[in-house]
């Protein structure tokens, strides 16, 4: 979910489920906690948590099951199950097919494996970040500049802290000691504008969004100087992925309460399952066969039928491409003009 003009003096319409801005503001309470583990993994249990909890890209695995992929499946399934919106985007949806398509084939002819490392990361930071910010500014009336700026200082911090993270292993010394320098410089500058602009926020409720928002890069940069990586990670993208199940939830419920207008929710109901429950199950289920058992099974088919085995075709590949589609689409699909946007109230 990616929100850039979000208000909370949304009319509530007639829907029975509206976004709370209040539930939204208790998701970042995942920031002080850990930073409480963090402090008593450190002075209680000896980094017991630490040197526990998964600390090395390679097994982020799990992390993906969890977070990441499941919210990425659920904004498709969301996109292609209802064929209003997928008449809607569908010029859209072609385009950026291609552009993928072309991206992928020309950037590995053409672009070392690192480059296109950095603008994914860049590109998955940036969407993490923007949607934060787009509902804070939201909240917070923010002019665009102050918006913009903040956005800018928070993705230059963010990409060199995911970049420090899971390039670290194969990163030089000097590398990683620009790179923490380069997130350092832009957390002091980010704390620095913040200041600067507060003055734009006039509601104390407004600024409780603000400063979590910086709080969120902050607090992710230093579990990551602490060394608890696995967390470092976690608070950014909680915060993120259950604030886009927030809003697909609602919307699904709102859309489809009285009259389901796809297979997927006449199929639920008859099954008699919650429609609050729905996506979230479909999407998370989804997540772990496709992880775990995706690449085994497109194997054994193109082994079948071609004679040989792709690279990760599916964790890669399939999952790449739906990440990068769901990147650009969100962009289009949570505008104020947007027909998600009928099903869509907000409350305080």
Not at 309 to 335: D, N
Request: charged share 10%; with cysteine.
């Amino acid at each position: 979910m990616s929100a850039s003009s979000v208000s909370i003096h949304d009319s509530l319409c007639d829907q029975k489920q509206a976004v709370s801005f209040r539930l939204l503001l208790g998701l970042y309470g995942i920031i002080p906690v850990c930073l409480i583990l963090q402090c008593l993994d450190h002075w209680l249990w000896q980094d017991y948590l630490r040197n526990n909890l998964p600390s090395s890209p390679y097994h982020f695995v799990l992390f993906q099951i969890l977070f990441g992929t499941p919210h990425i499946i659920a904004s498709n399934i969301l996109l292609v199950s209802n064929k209003d919106y997928l008449v809607h985007y569908r010029k859209h949806i072609a385009l950026m097919t291609v552009a993928i398509v072309i991206g992928y084939v020309l950037g590995n002819m053409l672009l070392p494996y690192r480059l296109l490392y950095v603008f994914v990361a860049a590109w998955t930071v940036y969407h993490v970040l923007k949607q934060q910010y787009g509902i804070a500014r939201g909240v917070c009336q923010l002019p665009e500049s102050a918006f913009k700026l903040l956005l800018a200082l928070s993705v230059a911090a963010g990409v060199a802290i995911y970049l420090s993270i899971f390039l670290r292993s194969s990163l030089t010394a000097e590398q990683v000691y620009w790179i923490k320098h380069i997130a350092a410089l832009g957390c002091l500058l980010l704390v620095s504008a913040a200041f600067v602009c507060q003055h734009f926020v006039v509601t104390s409720f407004g600024l409780w969004f603000y400063w979590s928002n910086v709080f969120l890069v902050l607090a992710s940069f230093y579990l990551f100087l602490q060394q608890h990586y696995f967390m470092a990670i976690l608070v950014p993208r909680f915060v993120h992925d259950a604030t886009a199940y927030v809003f697909y939830v609602t919307h699904d419920y709102n859309k489809h309460q009285h009259n389901p207008q796809n297979i997927i929710y006449r199929y639920a109901g008859r099954c008699g399952i919650h429609l609050f429950l729905v996506l979230p199950c479909l999407s998370f289920s989804l997540a772990f066969l496709l992880q775990a058992y995706g690449d085994y099974l497109a194997n054994l088919i193109t082994q079948y039928l071609l004679g040989t085995e792709f690279y990760k075709v599916v964790t890669l590949g399939f999952l790449g491409y739906l990440a990068l589609m769901h990147y650009y689409m969100e962009g289009l699909t949570w505008q104020k003009d947007s027909p998600y946007r009928k099903f869509i109230a907000f409350s305080k």
